[in-house]
Protein backbone atom coordinates (compact mmCIF):
# COMPACT_ATOMS: atom_id res chain seq x y z
CA UNK A 1 0.00 0.00 0.00
CA UNK A 2 1.12 3.47 -0.97
CA UNK A 3 1.97 5.72 1.82
CA UNK A 4 -1.94 8.15 2.39
CA UNK A 5 -1.14 11.86 0.88
CA UNK A 6 -2.44 13.20 4.66
CA UNK A 7 -1.00 12.11 8.19
CA UNK A 8 -3.72 11.15 10.38
CA UNK A 9 -4.46 12.66 13.50
CA UNK A 10 -4.00 10.34 17.13
CA UNK A 11 -3.58 7.24 14.53
CA UNK A 12 -1.32 5.12 17.09
CA UNK A 13 -4.20 5.97 20.02
CA UNK A 14 -6.99 5.47 17.63
CA UNK A 15 -5.55 1.87 16.48
CA UNK A 16 -4.46 0.85 20.16
CA UNK A 17 -8.39 1.67 21.44
CA UNK A 18 -9.67 -0.17 18.33
CA UNK A 19 -7.33 -3.02 19.11
CA UNK A 20 -8.32 -4.45 15.39
CA UNK A 21 -7.54 -8.14 15.03
CA UNK A 22 -7.32 -10.26 11.90
CA UNK A 23 -11.05 -11.68 10.66
CA UNK A 24 -12.56 -9.19 12.43
CA UNK A 25 -15.20 -6.48 10.75
CA UNK A 26 -14.68 -2.45 10.93
CA UNK A 27 -15.83 0.61 9.98
CA UNK A 28 -14.43 3.60 9.13
CA UNK A 29 -17.10 6.15 9.02
CA UNK A 30 -14.74 8.70 7.12
CA UNK A 31 -12.62 7.91 5.09
CA UNK A 32 -10.85 10.83 3.82
CA UNK A 33 -7.39 10.34 2.64
CA UNK A 34 -7.71 6.56 4.03
CA UNK A 35 -4.95 6.75 7.10
CA UNK A 36 -7.41 4.99 9.35
CA UNK A 37 -8.24 2.53 6.95
CA UNK A 38 -4.45 1.88 6.40
CA UNK A 39 -3.70 1.11 9.62
CA UNK A 40 -6.31 -0.84 10.17
CA UNK A 41 -6.16 -3.09 6.94
CA UNK A 42 -2.66 -3.98 8.31
CA UNK A 43 -3.78 -5.89 10.96
CA UNK A 44 -5.65 -8.30 8.33
CA UNK A 45 -9.36 -6.84 9.42
CA UNK A 46 -11.89 -6.49 6.70
CA UNK A 47 -12.77 -2.84 6.67
CA UNK A 48 -16.35 -0.85 5.66
CA UNK A 49 -15.22 2.73 4.76
CA UNK A 50 -18.32 5.22 4.56
CA UNK A 51 -17.63 8.56 2.95
CA UNK A 52 -19.94 10.97 1.69
CA UNK A 53 -18.07 13.22 -0.58
CA UNK A 54 -17.74 11.99 -4.15
CA UNK A 55 -13.82 12.77 -4.16
CA UNK A 56 -12.64 10.43 -1.50
CA UNK A 57 -14.54 7.77 -2.46
CA UNK A 58 -13.14 8.40 -6.63
CA UNK A 59 -9.73 8.65 -5.07
CA UNK A 60 -9.93 5.71 -3.14
CA UNK A 61 -10.73 3.05 -5.74
CA UNK A 62 -7.68 2.08 -6.46
CA UNK A 63 -6.44 1.29 -2.80
CA UNK A 64 -9.43 -0.93 -2.98
CA UNK A 65 -8.83 -2.39 -6.29
CA UNK A 66 -5.56 -3.48 -4.65
CA UNK A 67 -7.40 -4.80 -1.37
CA UNK A 68 -9.80 -7.81 -0.87
CA UNK A 69 -10.47 -6.36 2.72
CA UNK A 70 -11.55 -2.72 1.97
CA UNK A 71 -15.12 -2.17 0.81
CA UNK A 72 -15.52 1.64 0.32
CA UNK A 73 -19.09 2.44 0.89
CA UNK A 74 -20.61 6.66 -1.10
CA UNK A 75 -22.88 7.46 2.33
CA UNK A 76 -22.72 9.48 4.91
CA UNK A 77 -21.69 7.63 8.45
CA UNK A 78 -25.65 7.94 9.71
CA UNK A 79 -26.29 5.66 7.33
CA UNK A 80 -23.89 2.92 8.67
CA UNK A 81 -26.78 0.46 10.31
CA UNK A 82 -28.92 0.36 6.86
CA UNK A 83 -25.85 0.62 4.54
CA UNK A 84 -24.40 -2.43 6.40
CA UNK A 85 -27.72 -4.31 6.48
CA UNK A 86 -27.83 -3.69 2.79
CA UNK A 87 -24.73 -5.46 2.63
CA UNK A 88 -25.58 -8.53 4.37
CA UNK A 89 -23.75 -7.06 7.68
CA UNK A 90 -25.16 -7.03 11.15
CA UNK A 91 -22.47 -6.03 13.82
CA UNK A 92 -19.20 -5.53 13.51
CA UNK A 93 -16.36 -5.24 15.98
CA UNK A 94 -15.26 -1.53 15.61
CA UNK A 95 -16.14 1.97 14.67
CA UNK A 96 -14.21 4.93 13.69
CA UNK A 97 -15.27 8.92 13.24
CA UNK A 98 -12.86 11.33 12.24
CA UNK A 99 -14.95 14.18 12.52
CA UNK A 100 -15.16 17.34 10.85
CA UNK A 101 -13.22 18.41 7.17
CA UNK A 102 -10.92 16.56 6.06
CA UNK A 103 -7.18 17.65 5.50
CA UNK A 104 -8.06 16.80 1.50
CA UNK A 105 -10.85 19.01 1.58
CA UNK A 106 -9.41 21.71 3.33
CA UNK A 107 -5.99 21.68 0.96
CA UNK A 108 -7.92 21.99 -2.03
CA UNK A 109 -8.66 25.42 -3.03
CA UNK A 110 -11.62 24.54 -5.20
CA UNK A 111 -13.86 22.63 -2.56
CA UNK A 112 -14.26 26.39 -0.70
CA UNK A 113 -13.51 25.36 2.86
CA UNK A 114 -10.40 27.13 3.69
CA UNK A 115 -9.38 30.71 3.26
CA UNK A 116 -5.68 29.64 3.13
CA UNK A 117 -6.24 30.04 -0.52
CA UNK A 118 -9.28 31.62 -2.56
CA UNK A 119 -11.28 29.56 -4.02
CA UNK A 120 -15.02 29.44 -4.60
CA UNK A 121 -17.47 29.89 -1.68
CA UNK A 122 -18.36 26.26 -1.79
CA UNK A 123 -17.61 24.05 1.38
CA UNK A 124 -20.36 20.96 0.46
CA UNK A 125 -18.68 17.53 1.02
CA UNK A 126 -21.46 16.52 -0.82
CA UNK A 127 -21.01 18.48 -3.67
CA UNK A 128 -24.84 19.15 -3.65
CA UNK A 129 -27.57 21.13 -2.37
CA UNK A 130 -26.62 24.95 -0.90
CA UNK A 131 -23.14 25.82 -1.38
CA UNK A 132 -21.61 28.61 1.39
CA UNK A 133 -22.07 31.05 -1.61
CA UNK A 134 -25.47 30.92 -1.57
CA UNK A 135 -25.95 30.80 2.39
CA UNK A 136 -23.73 34.46 2.59
CA UNK A 137 -25.88 35.71 0.14
CA UNK A 138 -29.53 34.52 0.51
CA UNK A 139 -29.95 33.98 4.16
CA UNK A 140 -31.94 36.39 6.14
CA UNK A 141 -29.11 38.95 8.25
CA UNK A 142 -30.47 37.21 12.07
CA UNK A 143 -30.27 33.43 10.40
CA UNK A 144 -26.21 34.09 9.52
CA UNK A 145 -25.82 35.65 12.85
CA UNK A 146 -28.03 32.83 14.66
CA UNK A 147 -25.16 30.21 12.86
CA UNK A 148 -22.10 32.29 13.60
CA UNK A 149 -23.10 32.32 16.79
CA UNK A 150 -24.60 28.78 17.89
CA UNK A 151 -22.04 26.84 15.66
CA UNK A 152 -18.70 28.84 15.68
CA UNK A 153 -19.13 30.59 19.27
CA UNK A 154 -18.36 33.69 17.18
CA UNK A 155 -19.33 37.06 20.14
CA UNK A 156 -20.02 39.03 17.86
CA UNK A 157 -21.67 37.09 15.02
CA UNK A 158 -24.48 40.01 15.04
CA UNK A 159 -21.47 42.27 13.85
CA UNK A 160 -20.53 39.93 11.30
CA UNK A 161 -23.52 39.38 9.61
CA UNK A 162 -24.29 42.93 9.15
CA UNK A 163 -21.02 43.14 7.48
CA UNK A 164 -21.82 40.04 5.19
CA UNK A 165 -25.03 41.60 4.46
CA UNK A 166 -23.67 44.65 3.48
CA UNK A 167 -20.97 43.33 1.41
CA UNK A 168 -23.18 41.08 -0.82
CA UNK A 169 -22.74 39.24 -3.17
CA UNK A 170 -19.52 37.10 -1.85
CA UNK A 171 -18.38 34.08 -4.06
CA UNK A 172 -15.12 33.65 -3.19
CA UNK A 173 -13.51 32.36 0.40
CA UNK A 174 -10.74 35.77 0.09
CA UNK A 175 -13.44 37.86 -0.34
CA UNK A 176 -15.38 36.40 2.79
CA UNK A 177 -12.45 36.31 5.42
CA UNK A 178 -11.68 39.99 3.92
CA UNK A 179 -15.22 41.09 4.97
CA UNK A 180 -14.75 39.12 8.97
CA UNK A 181 -11.51 40.37 9.28
CA UNK A 182 -12.46 44.35 8.63
CA UNK A 183 -15.58 43.07 10.68
CA UNK A 184 -13.90 42.34 13.99
CA UNK A 185 -10.85 43.53 13.75
CA UNK A 186 -7.49 41.63 12.17
CA UNK A 187 -3.85 42.32 12.94
CA UNK A 188 -1.57 40.47 11.17
CA UNK A 189 0.47 38.94 14.04
CA UNK A 190 -2.39 37.20 15.81
CA UNK A 191 -2.34 33.62 16.17
CA UNK A 192 -5.93 32.65 15.51
CA UNK A 193 -7.30 34.48 11.69
CA UNK A 194 -11.10 36.06 13.22
CA UNK A 195 -12.55 34.33 10.13
CA UNK A 196 -11.66 30.90 11.20
CA UNK A 197 -15.06 30.88 13.52
CA UNK A 198 -17.51 32.08 10.77
CA UNK A 199 -15.52 29.14 8.04
CA UNK A 200 -16.59 26.67 10.27
CA UNK A 201 -19.94 27.43 11.45
CA UNK A 202 -21.31 27.53 8.15
CA UNK A 203 -19.73 24.44 7.51
CA UNK A 204 -20.91 22.70 9.91
CA UNK A 205 -24.15 24.46 9.27
CA UNK A 206 -24.78 23.32 5.25
CA UNK A 207 -23.30 20.20 5.98
CA UNK A 208 -25.70 19.20 9.09
CA UNK A 209 -22.60 18.13 10.91
CA UNK A 210 -24.10 17.89 14.61
CA UNK A 211 -26.76 16.02 13.87
CA UNK A 212 -24.72 13.31 11.67
CA UNK A 213 -22.43 13.37 14.55
CA UNK A 214 -25.66 12.56 16.69
CA UNK A 215 -27.03 10.18 14.27
CA UNK A 216 -23.46 8.42 13.51
CA UNK A 217 -23.05 7.97 17.09
CA UNK A 218 -26.33 5.99 17.28
CA UNK A 219 -25.49 3.93 14.35
CA UNK A 220 -22.50 3.04 15.42
CA UNK A 221 -24.47 1.46 19.01
CA UNK A 222 -26.65 -0.39 16.64
CA UNK A 223 -23.51 -2.52 14.51
CA UNK A 224 -21.28 -2.68 17.21
CA UNK A 225 -21.15 -6.88 18.64
CA UNK A 226 -20.91 -6.97 22.47
CA UNK A 227 -16.94 -5.89 22.81
CA UNK A 228 -16.90 -3.80 19.87
CA UNK A 229 -15.19 -0.73 20.15
CA UNK A 230 -15.91 3.07 19.57
CA UNK A 231 -13.30 5.62 18.52
CA UNK A 232 -14.20 9.20 17.94
CA UNK A 233 -11.94 12.46 17.46
CA UNK A 234 -13.11 15.35 17.22
CA UNK A 235 -11.35 19.21 16.98
CA UNK A 236 -14.25 21.27 18.04
CA UNK A 237 -15.87 22.03 22.06
CA UNK A 238 -19.24 21.49 20.24
CA UNK A 239 -18.39 17.97 18.83
CA UNK A 240 -16.53 16.86 21.54
CA UNK A 241 -19.61 17.89 24.52
CA UNK A 242 -21.87 15.94 21.47
CA UNK A 243 -19.46 12.77 22.09
CA UNK A 244 -18.97 13.21 25.79
CA UNK A 245 -22.59 13.98 26.48
CA UNK A 246 -23.30 10.55 24.55
CA UNK A 247 -20.79 7.96 26.25
CA UNK A 248 -21.62 9.65 29.61
CA UNK A 249 -25.55 8.77 29.83
CA UNK A 250 -25.13 5.43 27.23
CA UNK A 251 -22.71 4.13 30.01
CA UNK A 252 -24.71 4.82 32.63
CA UNK A 253 -22.50 7.79 34.43
CA UNK A 254 -25.39 10.39 34.77
CA UNK A 255 -24.55 13.05 37.18
CA UNK A 256 -26.31 12.58 40.74
CA UNK A 257 -29.00 14.13 41.95
CA UNK A 258 -28.87 17.40 43.96
CA UNK A 259 -31.56 18.78 45.96
CA UNK A 260 -32.92 20.40 43.25
CA UNK A 261 -32.89 17.10 40.69
CA UNK A 262 -33.72 14.12 41.41
CA UNK A 263 -31.22 11.26 41.01
CA UNK A 264 -31.71 9.88 37.62
CA UNK A 265 -29.23 6.73 38.02
CA UNK A 266 -30.22 3.74 37.37
CA UNK A 267 -34.19 4.75 36.24
CA UNK A 268 -32.98 4.67 32.51
CA UNK A 269 -31.94 1.26 30.24
CA UNK A 270 -29.18 -0.40 30.97
CA UNK A 271 -25.49 0.99 29.33
CA UNK A 272 -24.74 -0.04 25.80
CA UNK A 273 -21.04 1.41 26.56
CA UNK A 274 -18.58 1.02 29.31
CA UNK A 275 -14.83 1.65 29.78
CA UNK A 276 -15.02 4.65 28.55
CA UNK A 277 -11.25 5.72 28.28
CA UNK A 278 -10.35 9.23 29.68
CA UNK A 279 -10.09 12.05 26.65
CA UNK A 280 -6.68 11.49 24.67
CA UNK A 281 -5.12 15.03 23.13
CA UNK A 282 -1.93 14.97 21.18
CA UNK A 283 1.28 14.64 22.60
CA UNK A 284 4.01 17.49 21.74
CA UNK A 285 5.62 14.64 19.08
CA UNK A 286 2.33 14.61 17.20
CA UNK A 287 1.95 18.43 17.42
CA UNK A 288 5.20 19.28 15.79
CA UNK A 289 4.66 16.64 12.89
CA UNK A 290 1.18 17.40 12.61
CA UNK A 291 -0.10 20.89 13.78
CA UNK A 292 -3.04 20.23 12.89
CA UNK A 293 -3.82 17.66 15.84
CA UNK A 294 -3.43 20.58 18.07
CA UNK A 295 -7.60 20.67 18.91
CA UNK A 296 -8.09 16.62 18.56
CA UNK A 297 -9.66 15.00 21.57
CA UNK A 298 -9.91 10.84 21.20
CA UNK A 299 -13.01 9.20 22.77
CA UNK A 300 -13.02 5.70 22.92
CA UNK A 301 -15.48 3.19 24.62
CA UNK A 302 -16.38 -0.60 24.61
CA UNK A 303 -19.71 -2.03 23.91
CA UNK A 304 -21.68 -3.86 26.12
CA UNK A 305 -23.91 -6.82 25.80
CA UNK A 306 -26.93 -4.87 26.42
CA UNK A 307 -29.53 -3.15 23.80
CA UNK A 308 -29.33 -0.61 22.11
CA UNK A 309 -31.03 2.44 23.30
CA UNK A 310 -33.63 4.40 21.15
CA UNK A 311 -36.41 7.45 21.59
CA UNK A 312 -38.88 5.10 23.76
CA UNK A 313 -36.57 3.52 26.24
CA UNK A 314 -35.24 6.99 26.82
CA UNK A 315 -38.49 7.80 27.41
CA UNK A 316 -39.62 4.82 29.47
CA UNK A 317 -36.31 5.20 31.61
CA UNK A 318 -37.45 9.07 32.08
CA UNK A 319 -40.63 8.25 33.56
CA UNK A 320 -39.71 5.48 36.07
Do not use: C
Amino acid sequence: MSAAPHIPVLIDEVIAGLAPQAGETHVDGTFGAGGYTRAILVTGARVYAFDRDPDAIAEGRGLEASEDNLILVPERFSRIAEALAERGVDQVDGVTLDIGVSSMQLDRADRGFSFQSDGPLDMRMEQSGMSAADFVNEAEEEEIADVLYTLGEEPRSRRVARAIVAARPITRTSQLAEVVRRALGHRPHEKKDPATRTFQAIRIHLNAELDELEQGLAAAEKVLRPGGRLAVVSFHSIEDRIVKRFLRERSGATPAGSRHLPDARGSGPSPSFEDVDKPVRAGEAELARNPRSRSATLRVARRTSASAWNLRTRQEGSQR
